[in-house]
Each structure stands twice: as C-alpha cells, then as structure tokens.
C-alpha cells in the first residue's frame, strides 16, 4: 500500500518462519503472473482438487516438477487429465534459493536447517527447488489449516504472492488449533518457513477482494510455493 505511515519490515514470525514484504517488485510479479496464466493452461493445467473424503478446495491448483495430489506425488496429472506434469523452471528454482537467502540474511534467532537449497554461489542440483505449486484464490477461497509433510527433504518451504492481500494464519507444528498468528500477505510479498516451523500447520482462512494491484491486472490471489522434494 502506497503512502504508509510506517513502512512493512521483514519480521520473524516463528523460529525459521520469516515475512519479507514487498520482495517482489512490479515488473517480477508481472513476469510471474504471466508464466502462471502459461502454466494454467491445459494439459496439466489448472484443476480443482479434490480430497479422498469427497471433499472440495475452494483455491484451484496447478503444478509444476511433480504433481501434488492429497497426499502424495506424481509425475502425471493422477487426479485430472493423466498429462505429464510441466517441468519445474530453472529461473524458478534459482527463485527460490534466493528467497531463502533474503528471509534469512542477517536473522540472529536462525535456527539450524538441515538440507538448505543451494545458494547461486554453490550449486548443489541435488539440493534445488523442484516442485512448485501454485494456487488460484478468488474472493471465497479459502485453505484450511495443513502441514506440507509429503517430501523427504527439510529444505524451507517458499510461498510468493500475487494479487489480493491475504490473511495467512501460521500455526505450531503439535496441532491445527492454537498458538497460530495472523500475518497479511500482499502482492509481492514473501514468506519462508523451515527450521522448527518446517512442519508447522498453516492456512488462508480469508482473501481481501479487489486489494491487489490495479496495474497488475489480477482478480482474485495466486499463491506459489517452492519445495524441496527430496523424493529422488
């Protein structure tokens, strides 16, 4: 939001858990939405998920690496059209690596975290971001409190946003109830969790309609999230 009095700051929400506002700029946050609306489209495109106890997440999905369904992965669309999965950019991956190393720049209370993604000085491709999933919110969506437990890897989980403003609930790793804390995500914005708060269970319980912005040309809130996977 332009004009505030006092200016967003990275904060520490949890050991391991930081946000970085506005870490995305105007012109990388059109860039991204644009590869997204590429990736949206068939085959593997974006679908509605559907849970085994019948039911139905409101935010839409779509995948790139290997393909997410509850609860497990892919290398096809197993749940939608049985298409191979888009494969995960380097650009994307080299994205998230340098996401981690901007929440964790210079934070005393850092915890040790095991499996950290290769920074660009050091590559490790055993060790880059190779699964990413990305969800579409319109104003009604909502996700409900989860841990991102399928990979094998401890690496630090990176969620970009895009679009409306967001009302992110970040948990304790023991349940789905409290202690959480509430944090807002806007466009642009940037949230890394690893560390003790790897497992932690987190949520959407609300999306802001019509607060993103208007030179982006987005209706509704994208979310996407970077993983390690792990999984060989």
Not at 82 to 109: Q, T
Not at 162 to 179: I, K
Request: proline share 9%; hydrophobic share 40%; with cysteine.
């Amino acid at each position: 939001m332009d004009g505030e009095l006092f200016p967003r700051e990275r904060t520490l929400i949890a050991p391991g858990a930081v946000h970085v506002p506005d870490w995305l700029g105007a012109g990388r946050q059109g860039e991204l939405l644009a590869a997204c609306r590429a990736w949206a489209r068939p085959p593997a495109g974006l679908r509605t998920v559907r849970t085994p106890g019948g039911g139905v997440m409101t935010a839409r999905q779509v995948c790139l690496g290997l393909h997410w369904y509850p609860y497990g992965y892919a290398r096809t669309v197993v749940d939608g059209d049985g298409a191979p999965v888009k494969p995960m950019p380097g650009w994307l991956a080299e994205l998230g690596r340098e996401a981690v190393a901007a929440a964790y720049a210079d934070v005393p209370e850092l915890p040790d975290l095991p499996d950290l993604p290769a920074l660009p000085d050091s590559p490790d491709p055993a060790a880059a971001y190779d699964i990413a999933l990305i969800n579409f919110y319109d104003g009604d969506s909502r996700m409900g409190m989860h841990r991102d437990a399928e990979e094998k890897s401890a690496a630090p989980v990176v969620s970009l946003s895009l679009g409306d403003t967001c009302v992110f609930r970040f948990g304790n790793t023991a349940s789905r109830g409290r202690p959480y804390r509430d944090v807002e995500l806007r466009s642009g914005d940037l949230f890394v969790f690893g560390g003790e708060s790897r497992l932690a269970y987190h949520g959407v319980p609300k999306v802001l309609p019509g607060t993103g912005p208007r030179d982006l040309g987005l209706t509704g809130r994208l979310n996407i999230t970077l993983r390690v996977g792990g999984l060989g």
